[in-house]
């Protein structure tokens, strides 16, 4: 089925481990999204990549890195985690025409002990 | 400072009625307005898109309204149902030129049979 593909969906880290989310799409987007989702809080952009070969920060880039291998992939990665970086990660891609909106993954619900 | 709001208390209505969720921002000039749907423990899912220039827009029994002067967007979703009940999120866009979004918190709906 065409989508987004997450993994994994559960990780727990201890503090100062690093680890890097996977994100790849099927559908030729774009442009491909990185959020957090806090209780109470939204989903809040980390880093976003308008093509492939671009990345930009957004509104919460602090502890993260992010990757566009090729147009299919965007990863994440937590150099060194923090009890703050506890959430739930979305990996979305979007085509040109805005009224299709974005497709998100199913998510990964990390947690930083 | 910029702002997206929605209700975060739950919205509780019987089956058959009409269910409204409001989003306002401040401090934003969006091109348009988005809706999206989530379920427990999924990604969001689009809805609907709605533009600047777009007083109202329906898909089903959707329909979305925005007014700029009053920088509000109205969800309504008509005969509810059950299967209905979800977190609605609201998306602002188009404030540059990438296609990233603003989303608000969601505001969560329950349905009763």
């Known amino acids: 089925n065409a989508g987004v593909t997450q993994t994994p969906k559960f990780q727990v880290l201890k503090t100062g481990q690093s680890m890097t989310l996977q994100c790849a799409q099927d559908m030729n987007h774009n442009s491909m999204y990185w959020y957090r989702q806090d209780p109470g809080m939204g989903l809040r952009l980390i880093y976003y990549?308008?093509?492939?070969?671009?990345?930009d920060k957004g509104e919460v880039p602090n502890g993260y890195n992010v990757s566009r291998l090729n147009k299919r992939e965007f990863s994440l990665r937590l150099e060194s985690a923090a009890p703050s970086q506890t959430s739930v990660y979305f990996c979305?891609?979007?085509?040109?025409?805005?009224?299709?909106?974005?497709?998100f993954g199913s998510g990964t619900r990390l947690t930083v002990v | 400072s910029q702002k997206i709001e929605q209700n975060s208390e739950a919205l509780n209505i019987q089956e058959g009625k009409t269910a409204t969720l409001t989003c306002n921002y401040t401090?934003?000039?969006?091109?348009?307005l988005q809706w999206y749907r989530q379920d427990p423990g999924r990604g969001p899912v689009f809805l609907l898109l709605?533009?600047?220039?777009?007083k109202e827009k329906r898909k089903e029994r959707l329909k979305v309204t925005f007014d700029t002067t009053l920088k509000q967007s109205l969800f309504h979703i008509t005969a509810s149902q059950p299967a209905d009940s979800a977190t609605y999120l609201c998306a602002l866009g188009g404030m540059d030129s990438s296609y990233k979004l603003i989303f608000g918190s969601g505001t969560r709906l329950l349905v009763r049979p």
């Open positions: 401090n934003y000039s969006p091109a348009y």
């Open positions: 979305a891609s979007s085509p040109p025409d805005v009224s299709k909106g974005y497709t």
């Open positions: 709605i533009r600047e220039n777009e």
């Open positions: 990549s308008a093509s492939e070969g671009t990345t």
